[in-house]
């Protein structure tokens, strides 16, 4: 459907944020340095989305405990409003 294609070529990226251990990161999975399951997502979420742009970043360590994901989520929200004031 071209309709559906055009909606989604004009559309804003979205914007995909994934904190986590080594499943986020891919640990073991792969000879890559790209994680495997951040970009699975996006890819999953760009075709549903009619082909829409998905950025995607991971922020991952293995491992990693909830306190750790819980005090990266808040880091990461301060310097979204720091980056946001600034403009």
């Known amino acids: 459907d071209w309709e559906r294609i ?4 004009q559309a ?3 914007r995909l944020l994934m904190i986590g251990d080594s499943l986020a ?5 792969s000879k890559s340095a790209t994680p495997v399951l ?13 082909g829409r742009a998905v ?9 990693a405990s909830s306190g750790w994901i819980v005090r990266e989520l808040e880091s ?3 310097d979204e409003r720091k980056m946001n004031r600034s403009f």
């Open 76 to 78: 990461f929200q301060s």
């Open 38 to 50: 951040p970009e699975v997502i996006a890819k999953s979420l760009s075709k549903a989305l009619g």
């Open 25 to 29: 990161a891919g640990v073991g999975v």
């Open 6 to 9: 055009r909606r989604a070529a």
């Open 55 to 63: 950025f995607w970043t991971c922020i991952a360590e293995p491992g």
């Open 12 to 14: 804003p990226p979205l």
